[in-house]
């Protein structure tokens, strides 16, 4: 009976931790002012750091997108609001839009460190044929920065909306990139 009882509790322990997501990790910081932010702080850090990134590697320039930041800013708020991370259900075919996505603490990263964490993905990317592109064997692991230097990518446009705990960033490109079987450059 205890062993029985013993073994349930686990089991809801472990369903109660799994369902709540990873665990929740909190950096240290330089400073405790919040980071700065606003609309036309966010498309010039966003259009630095993705042109910076598409520049490095031979890649042309993408241009930003209004209607692009509109529909990245509806999911940024709804993941706010449901406080649910994870990437949007598109259909396939004409209208689908690439994505990238980014969560933290509130007021607690800069602009320029949230791109900074998808264009590190370079360290493990290898010019591969998608999804084969990871030094790691995880496609996952560099996603993000392949979908930035998506040279078939021409348009990109960034939103993002926060709860009382946490930021999320969502930016969506067109063409969208990571297209299976094709190579990012």
């Given amino acids: 009976m205890t062993v029985r009882l013993g073994l349930a509790v686990a089991a809801a322990l472990f369903a109660g931790a799994c369902a709540q997501g990873p665990e929740r990790v909190v950096e240290r910081r330089e400073t405790q002012a919040p980071a700065p932010r606003g609309p036309a702080l966010l498309k010039a850090a966003m ?81 591969g044929v998608t999804p084969a592109f990871s ?24 939103a993002m909306a926060s709860n009382e705990r946490d930021d999320y960033l969502v930016c969506r490109y067109s063409p969208p990139g990571n297209v299976v079987g094709e190579r990012s450059y």
Avoid at 60 to 68: G, N, Q, Y
Avoid at 135 to 149: N, S
Wanted: overall charge neutral; aromatic content about 12%; hydrophobic content about 35%.
């Fill in 47 to 127: 259009m630095d750091g993705h042109n910076a990134a598409r520049a490095a590697v031979g890649v042309p320039p993408l241009v930003w997108s209004d209607t692009l930041a509109t529909t990245a800013r509806a999911y940024a708020e709804e993941m706010a609001n449901t406080r649910k991370f994870a990437h949007a259900h598109q259909v396939q075919g004409p209208g689908r839009e690439g994505e990238n996505l980014w969560t933290g603490t509130r007021y607690a990263y800069a602009y320029p460190e949230m791109i900074g964490h998808w264009v590190a993905e370079r360290k493990d990317f290898i010019n």
């Fill in 135 to 158: 030094r790691t064997g995880k496609y996952e692991d560099v996603a993000h920065y392949t979908q930035i230097v998506w040279r078939s990518s021409t348009a990109v446009g960034c």
